[in-house]
């Protein structure tokens, strides 16, 4: 089954292998009505899965509802999710459906699955196996046709220990279990990432095209970026808007934690494994094409190489080795 090309999923481009198996995963997921739980810490992606595996999905037609289990308290987020009757408590002057109705035929998100109360968890659990819910004020249930897929970035086993977190509900979440790894695990995706979020905020802000520096593209590689892909995100926007139109942007025009962040080794890392020569030519193979935007006559020339081996290298890589001028 392939893998969604960069049109196909937007803002999920990767190159890792880390992120590719969670794309396997979750495309082939989509297939079907599965519960899935997607764990990783905060940033890295998870709406953005839960979108992805919606889309491609048989409900992608369906609405996608979103909702944080940790942002609201429990009376309110039970009545949230399943909706209450008219008079049900002060101020319920109406009758609402709760969100597992508005997302019928479609998919429902819950985020931050691990802050939910433990009564709430107690609800939930009923709703899994039979997708019938009940609202506050009601004596009766409501069936409901919806897809979940619940997140967070706590590790709910430890939870379960610590008793938390029932261990019944983890095993019903816990079907297709999908773990994003970090942007620091992903260093060869940090690039191509940079320059798709460019283009976007230069789409959304009206101003022309740019590109990074080379001390720039250094700062980015050189960044642990603790706040993953989202921090990626603010400090690219922040970027392209400091640069003030200017074709390219400069260290200077990142934030100062990431601008003054220092290359280290290549085996740093506490337990890394040094990189074999095939790994580090082929770090700077494709962060030079990174740099030239793609260009692969400019990238042979600047690598010292002929066109055909530098189209072979990036064929071997699983780029694609299509040639542009």
Not at 200 to 210: E, I, L, M, Q, V
């Amino acid at each position: 089954m392939a893998l969604p090309t960069f049109e196909e999923a937007e803002a999920l481009v990767t190159r890792s292998e880390g992120m590719r198996r969670a794309l396997d995963v979750a495309t082939r997921a989509a297939l079907t009505d599965a519960t899935i739980l997607v764990t990783g810490e905060s940033g890295t992606g998870k709406e953005r899965i839960a979108r992805f595996v919606h889309e491609r999905s048989r409900r992608r037609e369906g609405p996608f509802v979103a909702v944080n289990c940790g942002a609201l308290p429990e009376p309110l987020l039970e009545s949230e999710l399943f909706g209450h009757e008219k008079g049900a408590f002060t101020g319920a002057v109406s009758g609402k459906k709760g969100l597992f109705e508005a997302a019928s035929a479609g998919t429902l998100f819950l985020d931050e699955i691990g802050d939910t109360p433990p009564a709430m968890q107690v609800k939930l659990l009923r709703v899994l196996p039979e997708r019938r819910v009940r609202a506050v004020g009601s004596t009766r249930d409501r069936a409901v046709d919806v897809r979940l897929v619940a997140a967070t970035n706590r590790t709910l086993p430890d939870l379960v220990k610590s008793g938390a977190f029932r261990e019944d509900l983890y095993y019903r979440l816990h079907v297709i279990p999908i773990d994003l790894p970090p942007l620091r695990d992903r260093r060869d995706d940090v690039l191509p990432l940079a320059r798709q979020i460019i283009a976007r905020t230069c789409r959304a802000n009206s101003c022309g095209p740019c590109s990074l520096s080379s001390e720039a593209l250094d700062a980015l590689l050189s960044y642990s970026w603790p706040g993953n892909v989202r921090e990626l995100e603010n400090a690219i926007e922040r970027a392209v808007i400091l640069a003030e139109g200017q074709p390219r942007i400069e260290r200077s025009d990142l934030p100062p934690e990431v601008r003054e962040a220092r290359q280290a080794p290549p085996s740093a890392e506490p337990g890394d494994v040094p990189l074999t020569l095939a790994e580090v030519e082929r770090r700077h193979i494709l962060a030079t094409l990174d740099r030239l935007e793609g260009n692969r006559l400019a990238t042979a020339r600047a690598l010292g190489i002929g066109a055909n081996t530098l189209w072979r290298k990036l064929k071997a890589y699983g780029v694609s080795p299509e040639r542009r001028s």
